[in-house]
């Protein structure tokens, strides 16, 4: 826990992603329907922990070393509709990689893709104003569907080699909330948070996200920051009991109302 509560004490120190997040939010309170399409690129760190085999593993694999690969593919999406105070959004995330580390000694291989489904439903708590800056605040509740399809290959000298695959998948109920913060009436800051897991799927599962976005006009938007996402899953199996992922990094987003 205290490993945990440490990572977020970070991760909050940073403004971070598009998805999930209240770009153009203050245009979109108030209207009849809307549609809001948003899609980002995440060039990201990773680090993976876990037990597998009988054998605890710790890998880690720098934003270089991912855009290294030239397999490696990260696409992260959401539509989102709304009406007054009330949406509904889904958002989607799909990414493929590979790690590879050694001391020397002991290495690991480290493959997966990942398959990421996170349907929310909101209502906006907050509407308010920081002098001339409005102020927007959000909470949402939903469900994160997470699928990982992993290839493992231990090596050692002294305790052998141990190779296998594993799909696991499971869903979280997840709670959370985004803000945004209008500087001026093109640029603005959006931020999101999301916690969920508690034993239900997965252990813990943390999303933190926000941007600096501009938007250009009322239907079309950049936005630009950083996401960090953290979940630890468990279960009874010996092949892997334990796995634990964190990846962050950059993110680049653009978004299309309606």
């Not at 990689?97 to 050694?102: A, C, M, P, Q, T």
């Not at 509740?141 to 695959?165: C, F, H, I």
């Amino acid at each position: 826990m205290r490993t945990i509560i440490q990572r977020l004490l970070v991760a909050t120190a940073v403004l971070a992603s598009m998805c999930g997040s209240a770009a153009a939010a203050e245009a979109e309170a108030g209207k009849d329907w809307y549609v809001a399409l948003r899609f980002g690129y995440q060039p990201y760190q990773l680090d993976v922990e876990g037990h597998a085999a009988g054998r605890d593993f710790d890998r880690s694999a720098s934003l270089s070393d991912i855009m290294d690969k030239t397999d490696t593919t990260i696409l992260g999406g959401e539509a989102e509709f709304g009406k007054g105070k009330w949406f509904t959004s889904l958002g989607a995330f799909y990414q493929k990689s590979e790690v590879s580390k050694s001391n020397g000694v002991d290495g690991a291989d480290l493959s997966f893709k990942e398959y990421v489904l996170n349907p929310l439903v909101g209502y906006r708590v907050i509407e308010t104003k920081m002098g001339d800056m409005p102020l927007l605040v959000d909470a949402m509740a939903g469900l994160q569907y997470v699928k990982v399809k992993l290839e493992l290959d231990l090596y050692s000298p002294t305790l052998g080699n141990n190779s296998g695959s594993r799909d696991f998948n499971f869903t979280d109920p997840m709670l959370g909330a985004r803000a945004y913060l209008g500087i001026t009436k093109k640029l603005g800051l959006a931020s999101s948070f999301q916690l969920g897991g508690f034993g239900v799927g997965s252990e813990i599962n943390t999303i933190l996200a926000g941007s600096v976005v501009y938007n250009f006009t009322d239907w079309f938007a950049l936005s630009g920051g950083y996401k960090y996402w953290y979940f630890k899953y468990e279960n009874d199996e010996k092949i892997l009991s334990r796995y634990e992922q964190t990846i962050q990094g950059p993110v680049l987003g653009v978004q299309f109302k309606f």
